[in-house]
């Protein structure tokens, strides 16, 4: 069962979300200069798993806020740090709240325990620097 | 930051299920056996995380549909067939579509990569007997 | 930067694998008849990720025999029991030796720990039936 | 730093504990079988490994019992239902009482989250074999 | 079955653990930092899980010290270089001698494998300045 | 089943490893230094368990070089970054050629998913250095 699937909108871009966050703005400088120096490598399965990963998040069946949490709580239960600042950032731009976030969360926490504790400090430092007002 | 939490309202019980789907039954049955005997240890701490789980998984910022979706995807992503079991039933008792289970699964796959597959035939097994008409 | 990859030569089929060992036998019909269903699906990002998968595991600049025993040490390390069968009999289909599939093994035991130890002994109890004269 | 090591004394035998619980006797059984064929095959590193294991649990700075329970809390934490089931089945025969294997199991159910509990309910169920009167 | 907990009775407080070891004190100093802004977002279940994780390490059934030991080994386990921080650090409080704390990460060792590697040589770091003379 | 064992010969040093590329350098200084650290505690399974390690990688059955990719398949899929760079040098020194090293790392992408893929930039950065003319 497949639904159509579109771009979703994004409140934020990535420049404004590194204006309001200095972790934000490190994390997609690194991650920017990385990921040019795989492009460059020109993988062709490398090139075919990023596009399935894009293909993934688009408005669909889920809307897409809702999958970006869901790629919260995979990445906070399997623990990367830098898939989860990706997916808070993502879920930021796309309009989700703090609260929301914070449930998110919580949820990785309850499924995978106090492991995911480090992961959701330092998550919980990204969520207070970009909801500052 | 939390929000005002409350029981969801279950478009399905337990038994409604487990008269659609033999292979929910079975899983609800061994289940329902085992808790009663971990009822019966009456560990406090147990006690305790039970009711955590279960508070964090009630409507609150976000709704309790989405919450099971995301225990879904982490449930896929940490490979647990009785988990991922779980969630795709409470999901479906709170009238989550099948399009909307595949995708959340979706999300666990490319998170989780191949190794999830095994997990993915045998959730697509459930929920093929859930949304049979 | 992208080797040509090809369909790899097989030594034996899957009908050659199952007459051989019944618990390969056993695998390969289960796991027919869980794909016949995803396929019934027809879910747009998991043909995709099927095809991806597919894909990894062609001729390239590596030798299709050692990518699938590659397969075999990350599904060990991962205890997928279902991705280890399949990764053996793939190999096994390629003319890998019963002391190579055992030396991949060995990686996955050193790399993975004494956690890897059921799924080895399960994994030797397949081996010991695919090379049996 | 590495003090002397020496075998313990267990209380009761495998042949005491299969006895005791239907599901106990079941796992040593399985176990037993696929051990043979492991042993047959005679692999130089599997044996060096299983030595090491064996060395890892024995009397030391540390007493033998709670050896095998942090075993137990690692094979719940990763999710092994041999593994759980074998560090059980080792501490009752060193006279681990059941408030003892409670306590260590919570320190795995909060360590490692609800994914943990399909295991912690198996474990509870072998406990109740073992410790009934 | 659930038997009494109490408090344990540390030999060493944080502050005197941070001036023994620049490591442990840069650890303690960071953790305390993040856990400030974890505690002024106020989360309910957050709290709920805090709560839950300090009583699983109290006097109980098993020693105060063997469940620090028991969560040393999970961490190193799971793999989490903040956790295996802390569990040292409280075994360390607890007057677990240097052997103790070797024979536990030994346990992880064996049952996670060489991946657990990188981890120990960063803990047996912190070890050695902790229990310098 | 065991086949002899012997060193594999290396193509390049550590040494010529370090000279070509920073980031190399930076890893085997820091893993050179904590190593020492655990020498000198001179723990009795520790050492037995850098013994099988060091046994696992020799020529045997299956090439080194091939070993040493499974490995780095190994590492990745278990998201290891210091595991990871040791297997990428190890198969370097050993005339791995940079696409083989690319589709060993295709095999752990697919297997473990997306969140492979921030451990696959920082090894694409350290094989730009590596491989550069």
């Given at each position: 069962?497949?639904t159509d699937r579109k771009e979703p909108a ?48 688009m408005e669909g069946?889920?809307?897409a ?69």
């Open positions: 069962m497949t994004y409140l934020f871009s990535d420049k404004q979300v590194a204006e309001k966050s200095e972790l934000a703005r490190r994390f997609l400088d690194t991650r920017s200069r990385l990921d040019e120096n795989v492009h460059q490598a020109d993988n062709f399965l490398v090139k075919r798993f990023y596009n399935l990963d894009h293909n993934t998040y069946a889920l809307p806020k809702y999958k970006e949490l869901m790629g919260l709580v995979a990445s906070a239960c399997l623990r990367c740090d830098d898939c989860i600042n990706y997916h808070v950032i993502q879920s930021y731009r796309l309009g989700v709240t703090r609260a929301e976030q914070e449930e998110a969360i919580n949820v990785a926490l309850v499924v995978g325990g106090s492991i995911v504790v480090p992961h959701m400090r330092r998550a919980y430092e990204l969520l207070t620097e970009l909801y500052s007002v």
